[in-house]
């Protein structure tokens, strides 16, 4: 059971606009930046969105995240086939410990 | 080029022990926390611990806790991963990640927890 909540899974056609979802709690995500991962089948994942909506070098404007109270999101828009992969969302969590927290992962497929 | 480089990993009986290693390069490695974060074979991603730039703090996840030791050595530009009495569910590919907020990962190394 993961701290972070998303969706097992999402779906959308080339072009479209599809969206992500991670709930969480005052302890994390509402106290925390929150950050976006893409993980590929057999590699590493790499960072897609760190806090404050900020991509990396090499990151299309076509991802963006956004965040509200105790939950985020990760928009993906122009859907490209290239976009189908595994995306998992984190962030600090401090409750009594301090501990790095990640979503269950959400498989986007693009039909 | 900001790299990181898994090693150590392998199989290992359950209860026995391994330590796993990760070298930096293309960064000032002393000015950054590291993390490691393991996959179970067709699962979700699994936050292990984390160390901070001086080695002066230490965190563990729940599962690893009284278990697994994270250290640095910033003039080798190590981070190391001591795993002790290990068991069948620690079976996973391990990463190393660097902080701020895990922007570069190494290419893992699987470790395999099986009699």
């Known amino acids: 059971q993961s701290v972070l909540t998303q969706p097992p899974s999402a779906s959308g056609t080339p072009g479209q606009k599809v969206t992500i979802s991670c709930s969480g709690s005052?302890?994390?995500?509402?106290?925390?930046?929150v950050y976006w991962y893409q993980q590929f089948p057999g590699s590493a994942p790499r960072l897609l969105i760190s806090g404050n909506n900020q991509r990396p070098s090499g990151v299309p404007d076509r991802f963006s995240s956004s965040k509200s109270g105790t939950s985020a999101s990760l928009a993906i828009s122009g859907l490209r086939s290239e976009d189908e992969a595994d995306y998992y969302c984190a962030a600090w969590d401090v409750t009594l410990s301090v501990s790095w927290v990640f979503g269950g992962g959400t498989k986007l497929t693009v039909l | 080029q900001v790299q990181l480089a898994e090693s150590g990993g392998g199989v290992v009986q359950p209860g026995g022990s391994l330590r796993l290693s990760c070298t930096a390069s293309?960064?000032?490695?002393?000015?950054?926390?590291m993390h490691w974060v393991r996959q179970a074979p067709g699962k979700g991603l699994e936050w292990v611990a984390f160390i901070r730039d001086d080695g002066s703090k230490k965190h563990y996840g729940d599962s690893v806790k009284g278990r697994f030791t994270i250290s640095r050595d910033n003039s080798k530009n190590t981070v190391s991963l001591q795993m002790n009495s290990l068991r069948p569910e620690d079976t996973a590919v391990y990463y190393c990640?660097?902080?701020?907020?895990?922007?570069?990962w190494g290419q893992g190394t699987l470790v395999t927890v099986s009699s």
């Open positions: 005052n302890t994390n995500i509402g106290n925390s930046y």
């Open positions: 293309g960064f000032t490695f002393r000015r950054y926390g």
């Open positions: 990640a660097k902080e701020i907020g895990l922007d570069v």
